[in-house]
């Protein structure tokens, strides 16, 4: 059974930074792409970043482009996501999250598996 569980969300002024952890298990994730949702208040989740099997394409929601950096451990069970320059419109529950399909990396939530969710507020 797959299992994700993120860390790091907080509270944060706006301009801050913070960087979300997820580690992974219940299955190899070597040759799974994994990514990070998110869902603020009274919205629809959206999708924000994804990182292939190897590490070596990335793809990012264009709210986040140039500010937010997705990356993978060397063991690729982690996957982690930088985020600097936060903005007020960043708060909301981010969730981490594992493919369901191996060599494939999309930004359709049911192409994945999802963790619980870490909150992060950015405060103006």
């Known amino acids: 059974q797959v299992q994700l569980v993120e860390s790091g969300g907080g509270l944060v002024q706006a301009g801050g930074s913070l960087r979300l952890s997820c580690a992974a298990s219940g299955r190899t994730f070597s040759g799974y792409a994994m990514g990070w949702f998110r869902q603020a208040p009274g919205k629809e989740r959206e999708f924000v970043a994804a990182i292939s099997w190897s590490g070596g394409t990335t793809d990012y929601a264009d709210s986040v482009k140039g500010r937010f950096t997705i990356s993978r451990g060397d063991a690729k069970n982690t996957v982690y996501l930088q985020m600097n320059s936060l903005e007020p419109e960043d708060t909301a529950v981010y969730y981490c999250?594992?493919?369901?399909?191996?060599?494939?990396?999309?930004?359709?939530?049911?192409?994945?598996?999802w963790g619980q969710g870490t909150h992060v507020t950015v405060s103006s």
């Open positions: 999250t594992a493919g369901r399909r191996p060599y494939y990396m999309t930004r359709l939530p049911s192409d994945y598996y």
